[in-house]
């Protein structure tokens, strides 16, 4: 059809003109200008030779997996008369709330500024300079006082904006209806249902084996964990993002993880990337920000308290403050709901040629940031890469979980996925709970938001998080987040308040997230 | 193949109810919206932005021939997967002649018939709403050099074996290029580097707006 032909024109035009910018455009040009000395490549098929010779080489593999991340990351060209706000967001309303979220949270940050007399960001003296560089990879020995500071906003601020977020065009009655929703979420998206669920997570059936649970050691490894390990390793060995992707919906194996996740993200450390990073580190060493502070408290409130984090705080902060300073991530603005708060150097208010996003990488950091790069400590420990897949890892998806959009993998449709799925499998557990005050998206709204780091044991979340970079998806949170319920379901029916509830489901580190999810898709009765 | 907005009037909606008892509790499922064109004019395509609607019901059209009669154009193009939620709800549509069930080559009046079977929504309607007729054939900008001489690799296998109709890959190619000379016009896909400006990044406040 003609609409399909010029749709898929346009999404090519689209990424040719992105890849052209990039340096694997270059290393392809210069590749093709060395492989004319080659005795194979003739002039009258030259086309076709180099092509061959692409293949041959690996570079078509790398172009291949360039394009797949492309089209993974970026959404589809929207129609030619929608504005650039609706590629972000395409409703209304929810772009006004998510405007009103975002002033807030500015007004808060300017109160802390002006109650602190501390600027937002000031060029450090280089002796000050000095003693940073000298200090940068133990910065967790300081001590600043940071008694003063206070996060700019924590999850469950955020979970009141959206129980409050509603539709102007959608029937609000007061009285209750068939209309109201019974959990806290008020907005009408289309959310999956159970046999949706399980045609989306096939590969988690009962019937394919999963690392996660066919591992454990009473299986024997002949059955399946042996002849995953040596596919994962042909997978690799053949460079394909596409089949890392698949390979990895029934998990990684351990050793194999960290390639795997580098691989799927389309990151290489290549030595402009290193180069790059130590940019970044120079710019941290020479501007001090406000934000810096803020990042130092959560890591110190979050990480450095968690008995697995503790011992990378170090790297969290080589990570974070270099994050902040990354202009490269005001890209993924274009598909992000949110926008990055602007500023004017110091004198020049209202003038647009000394307009500046602050932080430069536009994103203000919350309670609990510091627990998405934390997880990624295990698989990497040298810092520019460690930076790259967590920038990655963050506009991929994170940026989703802090952000209000209809997005069926942002926030909003993952807390109504969570308790439609709760309504309709455990109605009598959903009832008794709403009857006692403990509406179940309070207590499970903070594990989605974090991504479930720093709740589950870190096999367990690395697990999980395997997951969500095979399916591309993070609808598989608000799937594990019922499936918990799902689980303590017998203890849950007999508390009698909120805090009750709270206590049952305080402790998730000894849960195994694999066979929770799969009993839950693929072996409750309905 | 450009296109050319078409001037025409367009009338607000008018809910079709059954009977002359008008309930002031049920709300109208069906709408009407009338577009009547000044002169008779060829139909290329329609644009709109949806509000909510979830059938685009049956446009028709009236023949300027003698007698001028009404002919089905489309019948319930969907908009809204599932009516009850959002998917769709604020979407921009573009639907063209090729989709179209008759032939539109002269119109002078059109009726878009709404359909929202939801009781869940307050109002529903589309706007935004233009008509194209189809433009000057030739383009008056001339093709860059590494359109009519392609360099080797850069070059995309849209073509398959046997050779295509040329009038058809010509206008497949003009919209092609058009496109990326709009995707070029609109975002640059250089990286900005610096965050401050010559060296300074002394901040006051955040700004509001």
């Given at each position: 059809?003609?609409?399909?032909?010029?749709?898929?024109?346009?999404?090519?035009?689209?990424?040719?003109?992105?890849l052209k910018g990039s340096n694997l455009y270059s290393q392809l040009e210069r590749q093709a200008w060395a492989s004319l000395q080659r005795p194979e490549i003739k002039l009258e098929s030259l086309k076709e030779d180099i092509k061959e010779f692409f293949k041959i080489s690996g570079w078509e593999k790398k172009l291949q997996n360039a394009v797949y991340s492309e089209l993974s990351v970026f959404p589809l060209p929207s129609h030619p008369a929608a504005p650039p706000e609706h590629l972000k967001e395409p409703l209304v309303y929810m772009r006004k709330a998510q405007g009103s979220w975002e002033k807030r949270i500015l007004k808060s940050l300017n109160s802390m500024c002006t109650e602190l007399s501390i600027p937002l960001a000031r060029k450090r003296p280089v002796g000050e300079q000095k003693e940073l560089l000298n200090k940068w990879n133990e910065m967790g020995t300081d001590e600043p006082d940071l008694s003063l500071f206070r996060p700019v906003y924590a999850p469950k601020?955020?979970?009141?904006?959206?129980?409050?977020?509603?539709?102007?065009?959608?029937?609000?009655?007061?009285?209750?209806?068939?209309?109201?929703?019974?959990?806290?979420?008020?907005?009408?998206?289309?959310?999956?249902?159970?046999?949706?669920?399980?045609?989306?997570?096939?590969?988690?059936?009962?019937?394919?084996?999963?690392?996660?649970?066919?591992?454990?050691?009473?299986?024997?490894?002949?059955?399946?964990?042996?002849?995953?390990?040596?596919?994962?390793?042909?997978v690799l060995a053949q460079q394909d993002s596409a089949a890392a992707?698949?390979?990895?919906?029934?998990?990684?194996?351990?050793?194999?993880?960290?390639?795997?996740?580098?691989?799927?993200?389309?990151?290489?450390?290549?030595?402009?990337?290193?180069?790059?990073?130590?940019?970044?580190?120079?710019?941290?060493?020479?501007?001090?920000?406000?934000?810096?502070?803020?990042?130092?408290?959560?890591?110190?409130?979050?990480?450095?308290?968690?008995?697995?984090?503790?011992?990378?705080?170090?790297?969290?902060?080589?990570?974070?403050?270099?994050?902040?300073?990354?202009?490269?991530?005001?890209?993924?603005?274009?598909?992000?709901?949110?926008?990055?708060p602007k500023s004017y150097i110091r004198g020049k208010l209202g003038l647009e040629e000394y307009a500046v996003f602050y932080p430069p990488n536009g994103v203000i950091p919350f309670h609990g940031f510091s627990m998405y790069v934390a997880p990624l400590c295990f698989l990497y420990h040298e810092p520019s890469k460690l930076y790259q897949i967590f920038r990655e890892m963050y506009v991929r998806f994170f940026f989703r979980l802090h952000s209000i959009s209809s997005h069926p993998s942002g926030i909003v449709s993952l807390c109504l996925l969570f308790e439609t799925l709760l309504q309709t499998y455990l109605p009598q557990l959903f009832y008794h709970l709403r009857e006692i005050g403990a509406q179940p998206l309070r207590i499970s709204f903070k594990w989605m938001v974090r991504a479930f780091s720093g709740y589950l044991a870190t096999d367990q979340l690395l697990l999980l998080w395997d997951r969500i970079l095979g399916y591309n998806s993070l609808e598989i949170l608000a799937v594990l987040a019922a499936a918990v319920f799902a689980f303590r379901a017998v203890n849950l029916m007999e508390v009698t308040s909120l805090a009750a509830a709270e206590a049952v489901l305080a402790d998730l580190s000894t849960l195994k997230v694999m066979p929770l999810l799969q009993i839950f898709l693929f072996a409750t009765v309905t | 193949m450009s296109r050319v907005?078409?001037?025409?009037?367009?009338?607000?909606?008018?809910?079709?109810?059954?009977?002359?008892?008008?309930?002031?509790?049920?709300?109208?499922?069906?709408?009407?919206?009338?577009?009547?064109?000044?002169?008779?004019?060829?139909?290329?395509g329609i644009t709109f932005k949806n509000y909510y609607t979830a059938l685009l019901g049956r446009?028709?059209?009236?023949?300027?021939?003698?007698?001028?009669?009404?002919?089905?154009?489309?019948?319930?193009?969907?908009?809204?997967?599932?009516?009850?939620?959002?998917?769709?709800?604020?979407?921009?549509?573009?639907?063209?002649?090729?989709?179209?069930?008759?032939?539109?080559?002269?119109?002078?009046?059109?009726?878009?018939?709404?359909?929202?079977?939801?009781?869940?929504?307050?109002?529903?309607?589309?706007?935004?709403?233009?008509?194209?007729?189809?433009?000057?054939?030739?383009?008056?900008?001339?093709?860059?050099?590494?359109?009519?001489?392609?360099?080797?690799?850069?070059?995309?296998?849209?073509?398959h074996e046997g050779l295509p109709d040329p009038s058809r890959v010509s206008s497949e190619v003009q919209q092609m290029w058009a496109l990326t000379e709009m995707i070029r016009a609109s975002h640059t896909s250089a990286r900005i580097g610096h965050f401050d400006v010559d060296g300074c990044y002394d901040l006051n406040l955040l700004s509001y707006t």
């Open positions: 059809m003609l609409q399909e032909e010029s749709d898929l024109s346009l999404i090519i035009a689209q990424i040719v003109q992105k601020d955020f979970l009141e904006v959206l129980i409050n977020l509603r539709n102007p065009n959608y029937e609000n009655g007061d009285s209750l209806s068939f209309r109201t929703h019974l959990g806290l979420i008020q907005v009408p998206l289309k959310v999956k249902d159970i046999p949706e669920l399980k045609e989306c997570f096939v590969e988690l059936g009962l019937n394919i084996g999963q690392l996660g649970i066919d591992d454990s050691t009473q299986v024997p490894p002949e059955l399946f964990e042996n002849e995953h390990v040596r596919i994962g390793q042909k992707q698949q390979y990895i919906r029934q998990g990684s194996p351990t050793a194999l993880r960290a390639e795997l996740w580098a691989l799927i993200l389309n990151i290489s450390s290549q030595p402009e990337d290193v180069l790059y990073y130590e940019q970044l580190k120079t710019n941290v060493i020479q501007h001090d920000l406000l934000v810096d502070s803020l990042i130092y408290k959560d890591v110190k409130l979050t990480a450095s308290n968690d008995d697995y984090y503790f011992v990378f705080e170090d790297y969290l902060y080589q990570v974070l403050l270099c994050f902040s300073r990354d202009t490269s991530v005001l890209s993924h603005f274009a598909f992000n709901s949110a926008s990055p | 907005l078409v001037p025409c009037h367009v009338k607000g909606t008018v809910a079709l109810q059954v009977g002359d008892v008008w309930t002031s509790q049920g709300r109208p499922g069906v709408l009407v919206i009338d577009v009547t064109f000044p002169c008779v004019t060829p139909f290329e446009l028709r059209q009236e023949n300027s021939h003698t007698p001028a009669k009404w002919v089905t154009c489309l019948w319930d193009y969907c908009l809204m997967p599932d009516p009850h939620s959002e998917e769709g709800a604020q979407e921009y549509v573009s639907l063209f002649k090729q989709q179209i069930l008759c032939d539109m080559a002269r119109i002078s009046e059109l009726h878009l018939i709404l359909q929202q079977p939801s009781p869940l929504w307050l109002s529903f309607t589309v706007e935004e709403l233009q008509i194209y007729q189809q433009g000057p054939k030739s383009p008056s900008m001339i093709f860059p050099k590494w359109l009519s001489h392609p360099v080797p690799c850069e070059q995309p296998a849209l073509l």
